[in-house]
């Protein structure tokens, strides 16, 4: 078992660290970072969970309501929560012998701000040449 340190990303502080990606080209660093992101949502048992998560009323899941949803094993679905928590879209809390996750909407509000057309730009001002609008 790997002893190395886990970094959640979204959680140093950096507000606003990238730019839309319609308004300005990311640096590498932006990159790797959007990139891991976006590949904790690449997975479609990630993409349910975190909807499992988000859509819940009252704000949170206790695992145990997240893993009869799949056919998947316990410590399989632990693997794939811990992908998204590394990655700064979910954050838990162990209540007894179970764990409740949440939603982080600081990282979905960022993600739809970098996902965004600037207000006033129109679709045809990023199409590429020759893409139907």
């Known amino acids: 078992m790997s002893k190395q340190e ?3 990303l979204g959680q140093d502080g950096t507000e606003g660290c990238c730019p839309a990606l319609l308004t300005a080209p990311l640096d590498e660093g932006q990159a790797e970072t959007l990139a891991k992101v976006f590949k904790a949502l690449g997975d ?3 993409l349910r969970l975190l909807s499992m ?4 009323a009252g704000g949170e899941v206790c695992v145990c309501d ?3 949803a799949f056919d998947l094993s316990q410590p399989t679905i632990s693997h794939h929560l811990k992908l998204l928590k590394q990655a700064g ?4 809390e162990r209540r007894g012998t179970w764990v409740y996750y949440r939603l982080l909407p600081q990282m979905t509000d960022r993600l739809a701000a970098i996902l965004t057309r600037p207000v006033g730009q129109s679709l045809t001002e990023t199409a590429p040449a020759g893409a139907a609008s």
């Open 53 to 56: 998560i988000a859509s819940r």
């Open 6 to 8: 886990l970094v959640v």
């Open 66 to 68: 997240l893993t009869p």
């Open 89 to 92: 879209l979910i954050d838990s």
């Open 44 to 46: 479609p048992v990630r």
